[in-house]
């Protein structure tokens, strides 16, 4: 069982930067690979970055290349995602969430761990 544990979310001007964090419990952590996903009202669940175990792979979704950095630390069990360069259209509930083995990451039926989430809203 992976508990986790969204923070760092927050009210931002357009342009803004936050720190979102994913506290992870359990002693396995490093063995899995962890995703960043967010939602909007009315929309559906969207892929926004992915690290795998070790931080060697890394994706993005197209959308926030650039802007948005994950990153990991297995020492402490947790997952950050630094968002940059903020937008309007980035407002939603950010969710982490974590899975074992390869494949599409950006899919988020394999991921079975799920944090409660954590809000971004970016104002104009």
């Known amino acids: 069982q992976v508990q986790l544990v969204e923070s760092g979310g927050g009210l931002v001007q357009a342009g803004g930067s936050l720190r979102l964090s994913c506290a992870a419990s359990?002693?396995?952590?490093?063995?899995?690979?962890m995703g960043w996903f967010r939602q909007a009202p009315g929309k559906e669940r969207e892929f926004v970055a992915a690290?795998?175990?070790?931080?060697?792979?890394?994706y993005y979704a197209e959308s926030v290349k650039g802007r948005f950095t994950i990153s990991r630390d297995n020492a402490k069990n947790t997952v950050y995602l630094q968002v940059n360069s903020l937008k309007p259209e980035d407002t939603a509930v950010y969710y982490c969430?974590?899975?074992?083995?390869?494949?599409?990451?950006?899919?988020?039926?394999?991921?079975?761990?799920w944090g409660q989430g954590t809000q971004v809203t970016v104002s104009s």
């Open positions: 969430a974590a899975r074992r083995g390869g494949g599409d990451y950006s899919d988020y039926v394999p991921y079975d761990y």
């Open positions: 359990g002693r396995t952590f490093s063995s899995y690979a």
């Open positions: 690290i795998n175990w070790s931080g060697a792979r890394i």
